[in-house]
Nanobody, 115 residues
């Protein structure tokens, strides 16, 4: 079983920034579609941002203009740059990679936005 490893979470004040990273030890990394999800306490997991193999991106309305998803195929790493963070962005953030029937998740990294 492939285990993705997220990093970069933490405590940040409102208006601050964080950069999440996700290391994905899979072969043919460039052929995977990828995404960042989050789950706040008492809420369902939701898609935050996605990126295709061709580099096309999509974002949840709540993060458009503030978050940027990117991938480095040479480093097998997925990123999420988060700016202008709000308290409602507080959640556990998970990365996911998918290719045909393969779908792998990380263990999650906590992001807390609070003053």
């Amino acid at each position: 079983q492939v285990q993705l490893v997220e990093s970069g979470g933490g405590l940040v004040q409102p208006g601050g920034s964080l950069r999440l990273s996700c290391a994905a030890p899979v072969s043919m990394f460039s052929m995977y579609a990828m995404g960042w999800y989050r789950q706040a306490p008492g809420k369902q997991r939701e898609l935050v941002a996605g990126i295709t193999t061709g580099g096309d991106t999509n974002y949840a309305d709540s993060v458009k203009g503030r978050f940027t998803i990117s991938r480095d195929n040479a480093k097998n790493t997925l990123y999420l740059q988060m700016t202008s963070l709000k308290p409602e962005d507080t959640a556990v953030y998970y990365c996911n990679v998918q290719r045909t029937w393969r779908s792998y998740w990380g263990q999650g990294t906590q992001v807390t936005v609070s003053s």
